[in-house]
């Protein structure tokens, strides 16, 4: 069984020493100290203030069991169908463009060799594929 070291838990201080730390009417009136108070324990009694996330990383680092974080299942299939679906929007248009390139009759058209590509007439769907295919290196990478 994990055993937890009792200082870790020791720096999360209880719901109720939270609120018993200040009065009601402080909380109401909005009046608060201007400085801590000279208690020798002041930073012991606050310790959600002092140690805070850092410790609460140390106490998740700790242990295997103890590293959970969510996952966002739901959002992270959300983003990969639209990224399936811009993706393959774009493929469609690709098969379109090779098609049209292959039906072009100018013997300058060619979809043997990406060097011809960036030379091609920017109004023509041999300079418009080899965009394509540029603005589908980054969706591919992710």
Not at 37 to 50: L, T
Not at 51 to 67: R, V
Request: overall charge neutral; hydrophobic content about 30%.
């Amino acid at each position: 069984m994990l055993q937890i070291p009792p200082h870790t838990l020791s720096c999360f201080p209880s719901p109720m020493s939270i609120q018993s730390s200040l009065p009601l009417t402080n909380v109401v009136t909005g009046s608060f100290p201007a400085s801590p108070s000279p208690d020798p324990n002041y930073r012991e009694n606050r310790a959600w203030k002092y140690y805070g996330y850092p410790s609460f990383c140390d106490f998740m680092a700790s242990d295997n069991d103890l590293f959970l974080l969510r996952r966002f299942g739901h959002l992270n299939a959300r983003v990969l169908l639209n990224l399936q679906y811009r993706i393959s929007s774009l493929e469609k248009e690709l098969r379109r463009l090779d098609e049209e390139c292959r039906n072009d009759p100018s013997p300058k058209v060619r979809s043997d060799s990406f060097e011809y590509d960036k030379n091609a007439d920017p109004s023509g769907s041999q300079y418009q594929r080899a965009l394509l295919i540029n603005d589908l290196y980054p969706l591919l990478k992710q």
